[in-house]
Every structure is written in structure tokens, then in C-alpha cells.
């Protein structure tokens, strides 16, 4: 095992703050990485805090990591020392179930092994995250960036951008479909990006008008005010589908009312119950309310390409970890545009 230095919260009322922690050492089927940049997501501030209730402390958070290859175990060969690579949410799986035999891991059967706070098989104790020196994962769950994209920029892709664009992916988002992304933060700024990539006509529905000028910024070539009711309604039953980031429960009705026939909202933001929701605006015209979670490596893989094909990377404000604290009151009142990352040398200055 391998002390190196971290930031972790020791209880929900605690701040993030400098801890020593162990990382197993190098076996056969493993990739050591040196640890850049890490994103701070959402789910960060939720683990730290307690708010799904399943936090297991001292919290290392952190599943948005790119670093460059420090050393490889004797059976990995698609990587070597030096490579630049990213890992995302999760850092294992069973690899035997049929989620995990069809690409999708984060659906696990026996239950995936998230980056932080998850049980350690190696070590015992759980997982800690990418607010630190390094890290220690299985070569399956290591993926490469693209070597034209800004690395700082990439990280929140493996959490942020795998999140959007599984489900445009998923359900076949494809040029001149009308789209939709709903809520305009981290997860929809890069839901707007991807979604104009793919050729759509992309609409940011938004209840502030003041992010109108930053949404067709970001590749919007409408913007909806959901409080505008003589604007919904025009745009009533014309969506080919809606990408629904919004963080908290709401009503969604109205959401529904923009489906055309057949077509599909897509929940990413709100892990937590829902408003009611009016059975007969499913009814009518056959419309679904779908959810979907993060994706599996081969599809993050295939995300990571199309974003080195289309320059596509995430708006971000750097942060160095001593700011963490600061960086999590912004977070909560939204004041970010649109992630914050961490540069991890200021962790290893300290």
C-alpha cells in the first residue's frame, strides 16, 4: 500500500479538509494514475452531506478524474506510463452479469463499485475518490481522451457528459429532431452542446430569461421560458424528445404537454420523488417518461471520441482544492458556469 495526501469530509456537518489516505498497490490487471484535474460534481456535495443517507466517512469525493499513466499491471497492454486517461463514476463491476456482459456496468446485478463510497474489495473499508494524489483502478475501467481536447476541460465529461449524452445517444437523437434540454447547469449546458452537435434544432427551456444570452452561447437555437404560457403553448406537442436536467422534484405536466406523439422525456437531474404527474397526458399521444444513469466505459468511450471529433468539452471554473469549501457554498446557489475543477497540483504543492 501507498500513503498519499487527500481531501475528505469526516462527517456531514464537517468542511472538506486534508487527509492521508492508502492506495492499494499495482496488480496484475490494474492502471496507476497521477491524478490532474478532478471535476466536482453535484453528487459530490450530496455524498459529503448525507443526503441520500448512505455516506460512509471519512468521504474522498470525486468521480470526474483525468491523469496521466504512472505505471501498469503485467496484464494491461492498452495502456502505458504516460498515456493521458480519465475515470469516471465507477472503478469496477462483476463483469459476469448481463448488464455488465451487454456495456452497461452502472447497472450492475450485483452492484457496481462507484469510484467513492462504495465497498473496497482490495482493501476492505470503501472506495475514495479522485480528491487526491492518485489512483488505483481495474483496466476496464479506464478510458482515453482524446488528445486535441483541453484535459481540464474534459473532466467533467466523465460524469456531466456521459449523463447527457446517453440518453440523446440512447434514444436516437439524430439531425433536424427537435430537442429540448430542460435546466440550464452543469448537466444542461453540456446537454445543449451535445444535442447541436448531433445536428439537432436545440431548444434551452429555461424558467430565467436572463440565461437566454448563455444558452445560445453554448449552441441553443431557441430559448423557452417554461413561465411563458403563450410560448408553451406554441410549442405544444413539437418536441422529438426532452432531456430533463432539472435537479430537484417539479411538476413536469407542462414538460409532457411539448411531446409530440410517441416521443420521450428523459429524467437525468431529479434523484428524488416527483410531483404528480396527469395520466392523461401520457395517454394522449402515447408519450413516455424514461430515466436513465451516467453510462457503461464502452459507451463513455464512445462519448469521449465524438467529443474529440467535435471539440466538444465542458465550460469550467478552475478551483485549487484549498477552496473546496468556498467552491460547495457556490454550488449550492448554482453560482458556477457550469463546473468547477479541481487542479490537482495545488494538492500536491500543499
Given amino acids: ?56 466517512y471519512p468521504v474522498v469525493p470525486g468521480h470526474e478524474i483525468i491523469g496521466k499513466v504512472l505505471e501498469v499491471g503485467d496484464n494491461v497492454s492498452d495502456f502505458k506510463q504516460g498515456d493521458l486517461v480519465g475515470v469516471g463514476c465507477m472503478v469496477d463491476s462483476c463483469q459476469t452479469c448481463s448488464s455488465c456482459k451487454d456495456d452497461l456496468e452502472q447497472f450492475c446485478e450485483n452492484g457496481a463499485t462507484m469510484t467513492y463510497n462504495s465497498k473496497d474489495k482490495h482493501l ?81 427551456i429555461t424558467t430565467s430569461p436572463d440565461k437566454s444570452e448563455d444558452a445560445k452561447k453554448l449552441g441553443a437555437d431557441e430559448v423557452l421560458i417554461s413561465k411563458n404560457e403563450d410560448e408553451m403553448k406554441k410549442h405544444a406537442g413539437s418536441f422529438d424528445f426532452l432531456l430533463n436536467t432539472i435537479p430537484v422534484g417539479h411538476d413536469m405536466n407542462p414538460y409532457v404537454n411539448l411531446l409530440k406523439r410517441d416521443a420521450t ?69 448554482s453560482d458556477v458556469k457550469y463546473r468547477f475543477v479541481i487542479d490537482m497540483k495545488s494538492l500536491k504543492d500543499s
Fill in 1 to 56: 500500500m501507498t500513503a498519499i495526501k487527500a481531501y475528505a469530509a469526516s462527517s456531514k456537518d464537517a468542511d472538506l479538509k486534508s487527509l492521508d489516505i492508502k492506495r492499494r498497490d499495482v496488480k496484475k490487471d490494474d492502471v496507476k494514475i497521477d491524478i490532474l484535474y478532478c471535476g466536482v460534481c453535484h453528487s459530490d456535495l450530496h455524498q459529503v452531506r448525507n443526503d441520500w443517507k448512505n455516506s460512509q
Fill in 124 to 204: 476492505g473499508g470503501h472506495t475514495f475518490g479522485g480528491y487526491s494524489e492518485s489512483i488505483v483502478v481495474d483496466k476496464e475501467f479506464i478510458l482515453t481522451i482524446p488528445e486535441n481536447l483541453d484535459a481540464k476541460a474534459a473532466a467533467p465529461l466523465l460524469c456531466a457528459g456521459i449523463t447527457t449524452y446517453s440518453p440523446l445517444a440512447h434514444w436516437g437523437v439524430k439531425e433536424g429532431d427537435k430537442v429540448g434540454v430542460i435546466g440550464l447547469g452543469g448537466l444542461g449546458h453540456m446537454g445543449i452542446k451535445f444535442a447541436h452537435a448531433m445536428g439537432a434544432h436545440t431548444v434551452m
Fill in 265 to 333: 422525456m428523459v429524467i437525468v437531474g431529479a434523484v428524488e420523488p416527483l410531483d404528480p404527474l396527469h395520466g392523461g397526458s401520457l395517454i394522449m399521444g402515447r408519450k413516455s417518461i424514461a430515466g436513465s444513469l451516467i453510462g457503461g466505459i464502452r459507451e463513455t468511450q464512445q462519448m469521449l471520441d465524438f467529443c474529440g471529433e467535435h471539440n466538444v468539452v465542458c465550460d469550467i471554473e478552475m478551483i485549487d482544492i484549498q477552496n473546496i469549501n468556498e467552491a460547495y457554498d457556490r454550488l449550492q446557489k
